[in-house]
C-alpha cells in the first residue's frame, strides 16, 4: 500500500511497528503484496529480528515459506540475519529454507 510513494507495510516489517501494521491490516493491506525484490511482510520480519510482529503476521498468514524473487523464504532471510528466535517461530509455523549452507541470500 502506498502513499505518496512511501511503502508503508514494509516500512512497518522493517521498522518492527506492530501498531502501524495492525492500522494496514484493518482497512485492508495484503500481508502478501510484494516489494521491488519480491519479499513480503514476513520477509522483512524475518529479516529484521522482529518476532513479536513475526509472530502476528503467522497467525494471519496462510504462507510460512512465501518465496521472495530469488526463491529464498522467511526462514532463509532469518537464518542468514542469525535470528534464531525467528527461526524458531518460523520453524513452528510450518516454514521452511530453500538454501542448504543460506550462502546464496
Not at 522493517?14 to 500481508?31: E, F, H
Not at 529484521?48 to 494471519?60: K, S, V
Not at 522467511?74 to 520453524?91: S, T, W
Request: overall charge negative; glycine content about 8%.
Amino acid at each position: 500500500w502506498t502513499l505518496d510513494g512511501a511503502d508503508y507495510d514494509f516500512t512497518a516489517a522493517i521498522t518492527g511497528n506492530i501498531r502501524a501494521m495492525a492500522i494496514l491490516i484493518n482497512i485492508g493491506q495484503q500481508i502478501t503484496q510484494t516489494d521491488h525484490a519480491g519479499m513480503t511482510v514476513l520477509h522483512h520480519a524475518a529479516a529484521n529480528g522482529h518476532t513479536e510482529l513475526l509472530t502476528q503476521l503467522l497467525r494471519i498468514s496462510t504462507d510460512a515459506a512465501p518465496k521472495d524473487a530469488r526463491g529464498h523464504t522467511p526462514l532463509d532471510h532469518a537464518l542468514k540475519a542469525g535470528h534464531q528466535d525467528c527461526v524458531n517461530i518460523l520453524k513452528a509455523a510450518g516454514g521452511d529454507t530453500t538454501i542448504p549452507d543460506n550462502s546464496d541470500i
